[in-house]
């Protein structure tokens, strides 16, 4: 089966992120947390209903090498991204007297990821956290690049901090027992690699979409590979997103907004971004930017994905531009679209004028 690793080469902080069906179940991810740990305290932070599958084998290997595990619990879901759930993770890390050496490791998707991502990163002022993610988002996505953070109400991810992992490993095996409808809601940043940066890339995963769709292992690792490789290479040049990291956005400016106005509930957060890159796509083409085709690809795609591709018609535009108000990327007041110019290539724009939202929201009516 297909082993993958590539390096998130950032200067003093890289890391590797190794891929490969099993590694959870090999020796090499205790080799690597015995190595981190050097003898330190571990904090595994997860959920319940990833205790019997991953985590307590886990536990069992590192005990044989003579470490102690002390293991965090949080029940699943994005309306628990909250400041409240990350004091409970402080707590934790105190009970389990982790000190300045102590080693995190996040056993998650990505609310886990990001929220224990962000104890670790403010936690006696950053100590070090080790990713592996359990849902095809997280591999993708939210394990790789160190943005950490939660929720408020008011808005998606306004607290966090960049904290990079000091590694990340993927076992696509996980997959295996992750709900359909949750495998499909990570398809949606796999998609978004291809129109923000790989036309190709694009093209073969909707050719492999059967495959993936059925857990094909060798299909899996090969979408997750990719999909890290370039993100890893995004990171490498822009890790604070300063300019090219905001690529990475396709579909957030929209599909934040839909997850705030709709309580963190309706939603997975892949679902909103799914609908968010199709509003997009369609803003571009009200600017007169982005080709109908690639819209239309887009669908086609998203739709044989079996993901949401309408704009709910209970949603207001004036709460999407309130939502968008408090939206991070929201700069003096205007707001920041990423819009394709061709599938493979997109821009940021800061003038995209309300007519135009308007205007690509009522396509949907
Ligand atoms: P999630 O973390 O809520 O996980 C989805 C569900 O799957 C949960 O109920 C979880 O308990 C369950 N689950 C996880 N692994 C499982 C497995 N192997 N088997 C069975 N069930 C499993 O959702 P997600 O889609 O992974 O992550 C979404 C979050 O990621 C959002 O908060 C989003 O903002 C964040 N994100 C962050 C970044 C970043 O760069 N930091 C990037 C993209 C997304
Ligand atoms: N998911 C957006 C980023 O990591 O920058």
């Known amino acids: 089966m297909s082993a993958y690793q590539i390096e998130v080469a950032i200067p003093d902080r890289s890391y590797t992120i190794e ?3 099993g590694l959870l179940t090999s020796t090499r991810v205790l080799d690597v947390l ?3 740990s050097k003898k330190s305290r571990i904090c595994i932070v997860t959920h319940p209903i990833l205790m019997n599958p991953y985590v307590l084998p886990l536990i069992e290997g590192l005990k044989e090498r003579g470490l102690d595990p002390f293991v965090h619990v949080v029940p699943s879901g994005e309306h628990r991204k909250t400041l409240a759930t990350v004091a409970r993770m402080y707590d934790a890390f105190i009970e389990a007297k982790l ?3 102590g080693l995190v490791v996040v056993i998650g998707g990505g609310v886990l990821g990001d929220a224990g991502g962000f104890a ?6 950053g ?5 592996i993610p359990t849902t095809l988002l997280a591999h993708v996505d939210s394990s790789v690049g160190g943005k950490t953070g939660v929720d408020l109400p008011q808005g998606k991810n306004l607290i966090g901090s960049f904290h990079q992992p000091s590694s990340v490993l993927i076992d696509p095996k996980t997959l295996q027992t992750l709900p359909i409808r949750e495998l499909r809601a990570g398809l949606a940043e796999v998609i978004k690699y291809g129109i923000i940066y790989d036309n190709p890339f ?10 993936i769709l059925k857990r094909d292992m060798d299909a899996l690792s090969e979408i997750i ?3 890290c490789e370039i993100k890893a290479e995004v990171v490498r040049q822009d890790e604070t997103e300063q300019g090219l990291r905001a690529i990475l956005n ?6 934040h907004a839909l997850e705030a106005i709709t309580n963190y509930r309706r939603y997975k957060h892949g679902e909103a971004i799914a609908i968010g890159m199709v509003v997009e796509s369609r803003i571009g083409e009200c600017i007169g930017q982005t080709p109908p085709e690639t819209t239309q690809a887009l669908i086609q795609t998203l739709q044989r994905a079996k993901l949401p591709v309408a704009f709910p018609s209970d949603v207001s535009v004036e709460q999407v531009l309130e939502a968008g108000q408090r939206d991070k990327k929201t700069l003096g007041g205007l707001l920041h679209f990423v819009l394709p110019l061709r599938i493979g290539e997109v821009n940021v724009r800061s003038d995209v004028p309300t007519s135009a939202i308007e205007m690509a929201l009522q396509t949907f009516a």
């Open 120 to 125: 670790a990163a403010s936690y006696l002022r």
């Open 99 to 101: 000190d300045r050496k």
């Open 225 to 227: 590979a990719r999909s």
């Open 127 to 131: 100590i070090r956290f080790v990713q």
């Open 250 to 255: 396709f579909g957030h400016t929209i599909g």
């Open 19 to 21: 891929i490969a069906p």
């Open 34 to 36: 015995e190595s981190l």
């Open 202 to 211: 694009f093209v073969k995963v909707d050719a492999l979409l059967p495959r």
